[in-house]
C-alpha cells in the first residue's frame, strides 16, 4: 500500500523558517518525481515545487523560487521542503505528492503551515 505522511507543520511567524518531511512507503520511492502541492483556505490546490528521480532536477513555482529549497533521500525514502522567508501568503495546508508519470496519483494527508504574527 502506498503511504505519504508529512510532518513538521505549525505556525510561524513572517519571515521565519520551517522544514517539511514527507516519509514514503509501498513503493519505489527513488522510481519516481515528487512533488509538493499546497492549498490555501478557499483556494484550489497550487502546485510549486518537484523533483526528478536522482534529485539533481528540481522546479519551482514563481511564488515560492528563491525562499524554497526541495531536496529528497532516497536511501531514507524520504522527500524535505525547506520553506525560509515565509510570508502569511504561504498559510495552507501542504501535500507531499508522487508523479505516476505526468499524474498525480497518490497524496498524503497534508501537513497545516500557518504563517502569522
Known amino acids: 500500500e502506498v503511504q505519504l505522511v508529512e510532518s513538521g507543520g505549525g505556525m510561524v511567524q513572517p519571515g521565519g523558517s520551517l522544514r517539511l518531511s514527507c516519509a514514503a512507503s509501498?513503493?519505489?520511492?527513488?522510481?519516481?518525481?515528487m512533488s509538493w502541492v499546497r492549498q490555501a483556505p478557499g483556494k484550489g490546490p497550487e502546485w510549486f515545487s518537484g523533483?526528478?528521480?536522482?534529485?539533481?532536477?528540481?522546479y519551482y513555482a514563481d511564488s515560492v523560487k528563491g525562499r524554497f529549497t526541495i531536496s529528497r533521500d532516497n536511501a531514507k525514502n524520504t522527500l524535505y521542503l525547506q520553506m525560509n522567508s515565509l510570508k502569511p501568503e504561504d498559510t495552507a495546508l501542504y501535500y507531499c505528492v508522487r508523479d505516476g508519470y505526468g499524474v498525480y496519483d497518490y497524496w498524503g494527508q497534508g501537513t497545516q503551515v500557518t504563517v502569522s504574527s
Open positions: 509501498g513503493f519505489t520511492f527513488s522510481s519516481y518525481a
Open positions: 523533483i526528478y528521480i536522482g534529485g539533481g532536477s528540481t
